[in-house]
């Protein structure tokens, strides 16, 4: 069964718009949150990183939120570019050590137009 | 920013061959791990490796899977004999001493193609 959710599995966007990308969880433990960039062909690219219990984080136009208690985050991006076309990987590590494991999301795949 | 490098970015081999593939992680860093992502589906984890052991692996490290890291060179994922739905992307990851699982840097990518 998967353990990290995401959605909408797709989404076009106008550039200059702002979007949402949703991540629901079940793993457990929930040391951290990660959200990655993954452009086609390309490796992964991290954009913030979440921690505690209810986190909110800002990294120039994105943004995200977490809160472990619902197992749940958004990553916000706001004025897409075009260069923001890529998939946006939820990813929840399970330990706090560099031994943890990550679990990953299948990715919401965004597309931004003209 | 430090970067982990994937030799080569795509490799074709024929089942039944032996496959190597490197990974030269981020100098100074002592946790590496393999990830796989078939195509269309989510990365998972496979192996975890530090002090020259092996420390975690989950049920897609299968036996004819190894890894090692001989006298710090690159760290390598060997799989003999290669089976068709070894066909996947594998991510090289590294992560530093005593660091949490958080800092954590990817590589781009090695696409495996079993024919």
């Known amino acids: 069964k998967t353990q990290v959710e995401q959605s909408p599995q797709s989404l076009v966007v106008r550039q200059g718009e702002n979007c949402v990308l949703q991540c629901n969880y079940s793993v457990t433990p929930d040391n951290h949150l990660r959200w990655f960039k993954q452009d086609t062909g390309k490796g992964l690219v991290s954009l913030t990183v979440l921690v505690d219990q209810k986190d909110k984080t800002s990294n120039g136009r994105y943004s995200a939120t977490l809160d472990k208690d619902a197992k749940h985050s958004t990553l916000h991006i706001t004025a897409t570019l075009l260069d923001d076309t890529a998939t946006y990987i939820c990813?929840?590590?399970?330990?706090?050590?560099?031994?943890?494991?990550?679990?990953f999301g299948a990715g919401t795949q965004l597309i931004v137009i003209p | 920013g430090p970067k982990v490098l994937q030799i080569p970015s795509h490799q074709i081999i024929d089942m039944g061959q032996m496959v190597t593939l490197n990974c030269d992680p981020v100098s100074n860093h002592l946790y590496f791990y393999w990830y796989k992502q078939i195509l269309g589906q989510q990365m998972e984890f496979l192996v975890n490796f530090y002090n020259g052991k092996v420390m975690e692996k989950s049920k897609l490290f299968k036996d004819q899977f190894s890894v090692e890291r001989p006298d710090g060179s690159y760290f390598t994922l060997k799989i003999q004999p290669t089976a068709l739905e070894d066909s996947a992307v594998y991510f090289c990851?590294?992560?530093?001493?005593?660091?949490?699982?958080?800092?954590?840097?990817f590589g781009h990518g090695t696409k495996l193609s079993v024919l």
């Open positions: 990851a590294s992560s530093p001493q005593g660091a949490s699982n958080e800092r954590l840097f």
């Open positions: 990813v929840v590590g399970d330990r706090g050590s560099a031994l943890g494991r990550l679990h």
